[in-house]
């Protein structure tokens, strides 16, 4: 079903021609994301409709059998899901492997203020579209710590080890995602970094939390 996924919307000139399409034609909602998310983790536990869907000889055959077993997809909904998420991961590499973008992002004041500096590098993608997948990605038990080169212990996900504890923390600051803990207990071993903020099984209220306007309300 990866390979699918990968050869039918994010091997470049895919991808390149989705991100077109969609930038076109967004008209997705939080809803839209998460329902996507929950067919994921839902084939996941099946083996029998992963393997059919490993199967599929192009992006419609893809929807066709999803369909068939009782997921209710459109393949334009999940084209725009799997580049956003792309896109976006692949500028928050860009900043971490470019301190001075880096130190731009985190001295943002606003979502607004760091979804544009991201556009003046070429990555368009809006507050929402950052807010959802910081979101999925902090409800989520695939983030691991690591120690780097000065010692400093970070939070990275599990996706190409990506630092992503600081734009969670700048995201409950500015109130875009509400401060909760895990729906699943992080690993035990996290719990050895206790004095690290940045961890996710860290639940601290941001000082903006009494007047955030949370995502659940969009």
Request: with cysteine.
């Amino acid at each position: 079903m990866y390979y699918q996924i990968w050869a039918f919307f994010l091997q470049e000139d895919e991808y390149q021609q989705w991100r077109k399409n969609t930038k076109l034609n967004n008209n997705y909602n939080r809803l839209t994301w998460q329902k996507i998310i929950d067919f994921f983790a839902s084939v996941e536990d099946n083996f029998l409709v992963k393997s059919q869907l490993g199967e599929a000889k192009n992006p419609e055959h893809f929807i066709s059998i999803a369909t068939e077993n009782g997921y209710h997809l459109i393949l334009e909904e999940l084209a725009w899901f799997l580049v956003t998420r792309k896109h976006i991961w692949t500028f928050l590499d860009f900043a971490q492997k470019t301190p001075s973008v880096k130190d731009k992002l985190l001295a943002s004041k606003t979502p607004q203020q760091f979804v544009q500096i991201a556009a003046n590098y070429g990555y368009h993608f809006t507050v929402d579209e950052l807010a959802w997948l910081l979101t999925e990605i902090k409800s989520s038990p695939e983030l691991v710590p690591i120690d780097n080169s000065v010692g400093e212990v970070d939070t990275v996900s599990n996706y190409g080890k990506i630092e992503i504890g600081y734009w969670i923390w700048l995201a409950e600051e500015w109130g875009i995602i509400a401060p909760f803990c895990h729906r699943e207990p992080p690993l035990n071993f996290m719990s050895q970094y206790g004095d690290n903020p940045f961890l996710p099984d860290r639940c601290f209220l941001p000082k903006s939390y009494f007047n955030q306007h949370l995502i659940s309300n969009r």
